[in-house]
Each structure stands twice: as C-alpha cells, then as structure tokens.
C-alpha cells in the first residue's frame, strides 16, 4: 500500500506543476480531462448508470482518440514548415489507412472482450437477448436518435459527448494552435495513441476486477477506479507535451 501511495505521489510533483492556473494550455487541459472523466462518476451516483457501462464509455474514449490520431498524421503528413508538401500528404494518407486497419483491429478485439465479459458476469436486465440476437438492434442502441435533451444529458451518451469534446479541446490546444504539425510527420503518431491506450486499460481492467470482487456495488470503488484513470491521463498529457514542445517559427 505504501508503495502505490509513494507511486500516485511522483505522479502528483510531475503533474501538478504543469496544470497549474499560469500555465493557460495545461490548466484548460487538466480541467477539461478531470470533468469528462468524472461525468461517470456523477452517472453511476445520481442516475443510477450500472457501472459496466464505464467499460464501454472508456472503449468509446479509445475510438476518439484513434479517429484524433488519424487526423493527426494526415494533417502532419500534408504540411511541413508551414507549407504543404504533397508527398507528405500521400505518406500520412497512406499510413493512417494502415494505422484505421490495425487500430480497428484492435478496437473490434477489445469490444468483443467487453461484451463477453458483460454477458458471462451480469444479470439478464443488464444485458438485452434480443439486442444480441439482433445485430441491428443492437447498433440502434449505439446512437441516442430518440432521446429528448434532458434524457441525452442523464444517459451514458453525455459521457461519451463529454469525453470527445475535452480531446478535441486538447487536439486544438497541443497540436493544432502550438503548430506541432510542423516538425513532425505521419510515422510519429503511428504507435503514440498505444502507449496511452494501454495505461488507460490497465487501470480499468484492475478497476474492473475491484469492482467484480466487490458485487458491482461499492460507489467508493468507482470514485477510485476513476480517479487512477484521471491520473494516468494526465500524466500521459503531460508526457506527450513534453515530448512535442511549442512550435517556434
């Protein structure tokens, strides 16, 4: 137990520093990360959201942050010092179709690894037979066409909505406004969403585990699956903006 607290601590002096209120591009960042993460935390409280429905949400955020990452490398394929360079635009193409491929791949194996797991280790209300049974039925149920505002905003789609708008805040603030597309190049975001992707699901499959042990039942397990995994985003952040400091013309 000591050495998780001295580890969430070296995380704490790293991150800290770089959200401070001073620092407007980070503050913006690590607000917007700790809202869209806590949104769940505020669904499973409130309005009663069963917690495997976090599972899916964090897959959704995987989603977002591969389609982020393909525009990524288009953008930084097609313009070099702020020009565009047209066999750039043709390699970045060309790689983000292979980067859809893998990625797809992945996520395909992982979404299936989820609804396994929902259905071996939840009760029958959770999971929908006909919904199984009924591809198309079941993709219905992926977009909320018929929801009201009010009923959008207390679903698992505010979320998902949530979560998209804090990456596409990020993708403005550290890639597009700091110009970091023009010093690098397709093949450098061809494994970076991984490293992320990765860290984020280890803390939810421990979380996840934690909260099978315990029946699904205990709010306190939730309230500290989430917050490892606000920690590990932020300090991804931190580390990928480290990495890609602001553009200097």
């Known amino acids: 137990m000591n050495r998780i607290f001295s580890i969430v601590l070296s995380i704490s002096d790293e991150v800290i520093?770089?959200?401070?209120?001073?620092?407007?591009?980070?503050?913006?960042?690590?607000?917007?990360?700790?809202?869209?993460?806590?949104?769940p935390v505020i669904g499973v409280i409130f309005f009663k959201w069963s917690p495997y429905m976090i599972l899916l949400i964090y897959w959704g955020e995987s989603l977002i942050i591969g389609i982020f990452n393909i525009l990524k490398m288009i953008i930084s394929g097609a313009i070099q010092d702020r020009r565009f360079s047209p066999p750039g635009f043709a390699a970045g193409a060309g790689l983000s179709l292979f980067f859809t491929f893998h990625y797809g791949l992945f996520m395909f194996v992982h979404g299936a690894f989820i609804l396994l797991f929902?259905?071996?280790?939840?009760?029958?209300?959770?999971?929908?037979?006909?919904?199984?049974?009924?591809?198309?039925?079941?993709?219905?149920?992926?977009?909320?066409?018929?929801?009201?505002?009010?009923?959008?905003?207390?679903?698992?789609?505010?979320?998902?909505?949530?979560l998209f708008i804090s990456h596409l805040v990020s993708f403005y603030l550290n890639f597009i406004k700091t110009g970091e597309f023009n010093y690098t190049t397709a093949d450098n975001y061809m494994l970076r969403p991984y490293k992320r992707i990765i860290v984020m699901h280890l803390t939810i499959i421990f979380g996840a585990f934690a909260l099978f042990i315990s029946g699904f039942k205990s709010v306190v397990f939730v309230i500290i699956w989430i917050g490892l995994k606000i920690l590990s985003d932020l300090k991804m952040q931190v580390s990928e903006t480290k990495k890609y400091p602001v553009f200097t013309p």
Not at 27 to 37: K, S
Not at 125 to 147: R, T
Request: hydrophobic share 50%.
């Open 17 to 39: 520093p770089y959200f401070r209120p001073s620092n407007r591009k980070g503050f913006i960042t690590g607000i917007m990360i700790i809202c869209a993460n806590s949104i």
């Open 118 to 162: 929902m259905i071996i280790s939840s009760s029958a209300d959770i999971v929908d037979p006909d919904a199984l049974n009924n591809p198309f039925a079941a993709i219905s149920l992926l977009f909320p066409w018929d929801m009201t505002p009010v009923e959008f905003l207390e679903s698992e789609f505010a979320a998902i909505a949530a």
